[in-house]
């Protein structure tokens, strides 16, 4: 499945509103540890059709990061039908990701 990117806009939509599992990927394009996690995220959105995968980028979206208490990139966010199930900060393996799901 493909990646959404998600703004303040869209996020009610794509995420909260889903139905199923969501992944979220708070990032920015100077943060390193971030472009070690993408490539992991964007894998996962391929193997699990089940789950939808977006990302936000706090350096456009910084309002959104700061409504869903993200204070470090990266960070995962989880949410199921809606409510948030899982959040992680830092870069962590593909493994783990998966382990959140």
Known sequence: ???????????EQE?????????????ASWCGPCKMLSPLVD??????????????????????AERCGVS???TLMVFRDGEQVNTSVGSIPKAKILAML
């Not at 499945?1 to 996020?11: I, L, P, R, Y």
């Not at 996962?44 to 959104?64: F, I």
Request: hydrophobic share 50%; net charge negative; glycine share 4%.
């Open 1 to 11: 499945m493909a990646v959404v990117t998600v703004t303040a806009d869209s996020f």
């Open 15 to 27: 995420v909260l509103k889903a139905s199923g599992t969501v992944l979220v990927d708070f990032w």
């Open 43 to 64: 894998q996962v959105a391929e193997e699990r059709t089940d789950v939808k995968v977006c990302k936000v980028n706090v350096d456009d979206e910084g309002a959104l």
């Open 72 to 74: 470090s990139i990266p």
